[in-house]
């Protein structure tokens, strides 16, 4: 009885131990964007994908949001290595993640990985940037033209202040002629500010310098 009762541990055991490792190479099921956000997906594991429209650097990790089809969800990316902080992603780009879905704060999120992001439209890479991105290395962007997505702070008759979603980083930009009208942007308004990034020694900051504005309403497909 002793020998079949470890044999029948040790089979139990080895069932797991190949079920675990097939997991490991067998893909989540895909579930459209609109369907992650129920309740009888929490606590699976799954697999989506969006359109990048906001980002956001924590101390625990990223914080994406994701669109489609008329359905916005929250991506909750863990990063242990600081460096690892800004990832390569930006405004626009179409992404598949993978991750496990649970309950935050009475919303839905995805909590995913770094090496489970995979940029669907690299044909077609977008070069907007964050505000948070560019705000933990702003010298790696420094006498660069840049594009630069955010939300309309304080505005003043030439300069104006690009926040992020969260509204703990503020980029200044300056307008350096009155080519480009600012006067009618307001508070809260989701832009896409293109310019030169620069150090202004006598301040001690970095700035924008203005060359083009447009908004977000119409730039997402």
């Known amino acids: 009885m002793d020998n079949i009762g470890k044999a029948v541990i040790f089979f139990s055991l080895l069932g797991v131990c190949i079920l675990y490792s097939i997991s490991l190479f067998v893909e989540p099921p895909y579930v459209p964007l609109e369907e992650v956000a129920v309740r009888t997906h929490e606590g699976t594991f799954v697999r989506t994908k969006g359109v990048i429209t906001d980002f956001s650097v924590t101390k625990y990790g990223n914080m994406l949001t994701i669109k489609g089809n008329k359905t916005e969800l929250l991506i909750f990316v863990d990063s242990t290595d600081e460096r690892k902080e800004q990832l390569n992603l930006n405004y626009g780009d179409e992404i598949e993640v993978q991750g496990r879905v649970q309950l935050y704060r009475g919303r839905y999120e995805l909590v995913a990985a770094e090496n489970s992001i995979k940029k669907l439209s690299a044909e077609k890479e977008s070069t907007i940037s964050f505000v948070s991105q560019i705000a933990m290395h702003p010298e790696e962007y ?75 309403d119409n730039f997402l497909i």
């Open 142 to 216: 420094e006498g660069r033209r840049i594009s630069v997505v955010g939300y309309a702070e304080d505005v003043y008759k030439h300069v104006f202040y690009l926040g992020d979603e969260k509204g703990k980083y503020l980029m200044r930009v300056k307008v350096n002629n009155g080519s480009i009208p600012i006067s009618e942007l307001q508070k809260g308004d989701k832009i896409i500010a293109e310019g030169l990034f620069s150090y202004d020694p006598e301040n001690m900051r970095y700035e924008l310098n203005l060359i083009s504005l447009r908004r977000c």
